[in-house]
């Protein structure tokens, strides 16, 4: 009974590193999304994906890349961190249309750029 | 831009007393979600009201949403320790996307 996973749960990045990280769902759900959380900000959606193949720029998409290759899995790039990136990020999946559903999130990715 | 807001932002009682937040929102809503986030984990989904219902209910938790003053409520009765936790207010404002608030810190003393 996974639901959602990210990987990894931590990491420190140098500024100019690249990395990824990964979102996995066992729900077979068609929608996923990548926010990322800061104090005192909520969550802000940065890409997200209606189906395979497909993704779709949200509020904060400047200097990431996605990718939705698979179903079950969706990938969020940093080509070249910055400090300003530094945040927890959180995937979240949901399986129906027009938001009647709720979202189920991973417990997120803890990601500090020096 | 976040379009939903819970105020306060934190929030402190005791264990027992009712603990209630709100959200306010900008634009015409489709439906509205609560979720709960405890400390170091992801967001849990807690209830959605859809725009067309004024209160929902679900086991010790109540939810009001007004659409003509843009507005819901979270209300929490006899709060428990394990209640501890943020809670946002998220609204579908397209068919894909929730707008999440800067969320609600509850703080249960036992």
């Known amino acids: 009974n996974a639901g959602v996973t990210q990987t990894p749960k931590f990491r420190v990045l140098k500024t100019g590193q690249s990395m990824t990280l990964l979102c996995a769902q066992d729900m077979n759900h068609e929608y996923m999304y990548w926010y990322r959380q800061d104090p005192g900000m909520g969550l802000r959606l940065i890409h997200y994906s209606v189906g395979e193949g497909t993704t779709a720029k949200g509020e904060v998409p400047d200097g990431y890349n996605v990718s939705r290759l698979k179903k079950q899995n969706f990938l969020l790039g940093l080509e070249s961190a910055a400090p300003s990136q530094t945040s927890v990020y959180f995937c979240?999946?949901?399986?129906?249309?027009?938001?009647?559903?709720?979202?189920?999130f991973g417990d997120g990715t803890r990601l500090s750029i020096l | 831009s976040q379009q939903g807001e819970e105020d306060p932002q934190a929030l402190s009682i005791q264990e027992g007393e009712n603990a209630t937040m709100n959200c306010s929102y900008k634009?015409?809503?489709?439906?509205l979600q609560w979720y709960r986030q405890n400390s170091g984990r992801g967001l849990v989904h807690l209830i959605l009201i859809r725009s067309n219902e004024r209160e929902k209910h679900s086991g010790r938790l109540r939810v009001t949403l007004d659409t003509s003053k843009k507005s819901s409520s979270l209300l929490i009765t006899a709060s428990r320790a394990a209640d501890t936790a943020s809670y946002f207010c998220?609204?579908?404002?397209?068919?894909?996307?929730?707008?999440f608030g800067a969320g609600t810190t509850v703080t249960v003393r036992a």
């Open positions: 634009t015409s809503i489709n439906n």
């Open positions: 998220a609204t579908v404002f397209n068919d894909y996307k929730l707008s």
């Open positions: 979240a999946s949901t399986g129906t249309f027009r938001g009647n559903q709720p979202q189920h």
